[in-house]
Nanobody
């Protein structure tokens, strides 16, 4: 299983970015996929997830209403649309997946076996 993120960059407060996570080795429609982020000097934190075989989505409170996670099964790609970006959104963003993920543990990075290399998002004030 391989995950490759792209779409990061340097933007200003209030701008938008769309991150992509191209997945190979599995059919993403059958797997839950999440986005995490890790800011400077911080622990990796949950951002959003889209659940397997459904369109159910879940978000961290800090991004709810600003970020949208979606999935294109034909492209085997998961997206993270980020609007109204703030300086505190600055981080390396990772996508992750796991075969045995359960709903109650989806916010824990330790529950994921497969990770991408990350893409840097920097938001200037």
């Amino acid at each position: 299983v391989q995950l490759v993120e792209s779409g990061g960059g340097l933007v200003q407060t209030g701008d938008s970015l769309r991150l992509s996570c191209v997945v190979s080795g599995i059919m993403i429609g059958r797997f839950s996929v999440a986005w995490f982020r890790q800011g400077p000097g911080k622990e990796r934190e949950f951002v959003a997830a889209i659940w397997r075989s459904t369109t159910n989505t879940y978000y961290a409170d800090s991004v709810k209403g600003r970020f949208t996670i979606s999935r294109d099964n034909t492209e085997n790609t998961v997206y993270l649309q980020m609007n109204s970006l703030k300086p505190e959104d600055t981080a390396v963003y990772y996508c992750a997946t796991d075969k045995g993920l359960i709903l109650s543990s989806m916010r824990s990075p330790s529950m994921y076996d497969y990770w991408g290399q990350g893409t840097q998002v920097s938001v200037s004030s």
